[in-house]
């Protein structure tokens, strides 16, 4: 259940869309109704800013989807390729319901939605800042090499605004980016070192 954990109501968001945008859905989803009504004002009416290699863009979330195509995929069919959008989104909607249906019928919604919002709270929307402390620790501040996986740009753009890791690291990036999946490997590099 980690998607209705970490945001409403794909995983497929990075960080830097959730960073930008409250996609934390914080209303009662008592019911599927409750739910449907929510995920579809979202899914095609809530605007989200993100950064793309055009500059910044507003779009509902359906239009971040991008259609599974067939030369990257081969043993799909054109038919299958013409219909990916149309189907993830399906798919994103039954996902999200099992997922509503599963907790309020293990547990109570006044239960599992306040622990929700705590888990979204600490894992997602203060990710960075909670990330760059750590590094900021004795165990990490004293590292010759640290190497991240699967980084915002957003991170890295902070990481250089604090004085201990700006002074202390050499902080490399691709110089190519990805603006659209913002998932970059990333290396500190000790400057003393």
């Not at 900021?136 to 590292?143: F, G, K, P, R, V």
Request: charged share 25%; proline share 6%.
């Amino acid at each position: 259940f980690f998607d209705l954990f970490y945001h409403f109501p794909f995983t497929w968001m990075s960080t830097k869309i959730v960073e930008k945008n409250d996609t934390q859905y914080d209303g009662d989803l008592s019911t599927l109704d409750q739910w449907w009504s929510a995920w579809e004002t979202f899914m095609f009416d809530t605007p989200l800013e993100i950064e793309t290699k055009k500059g910044m863009q507003t779009n509902p979330p359906y239009k971040l989807l991008q259609p599974i195509k067939k030369s990257k995929y081969p043993d799909i069919t054109e038919e299958e390729e013409k219909v990916s959008l149309p189907l993830q989104t399906m798919c994103g909607a039954i996902f999200d319901a099992i997922l509503v249906h599963i907790m309020n019928t293990v547990s109570t919604p006044d239960e599992w939605q306040p622990l929700k919002k705590t888990i979204v709270d600490n894992l997602n929307k203060k990710k960075v800042p909670r990330t760059l402390d750590i590094l900021e620790t004795e165990t990490y501040a004293n590292s010759d090499i640290i190497a991240l996986q699967e980084v915002s740009s957003s991170l890295i753009d902070q990481a250089k605004s604090r004085k201990i890791l700006d002074e202390s690291f050499w902080i490399v990036a691709p110089a190519d980016m990805d603006a659209v999946r913002d998932q970059n490997s990333i290396i500190f590099l000790r400057k003393a070192t």
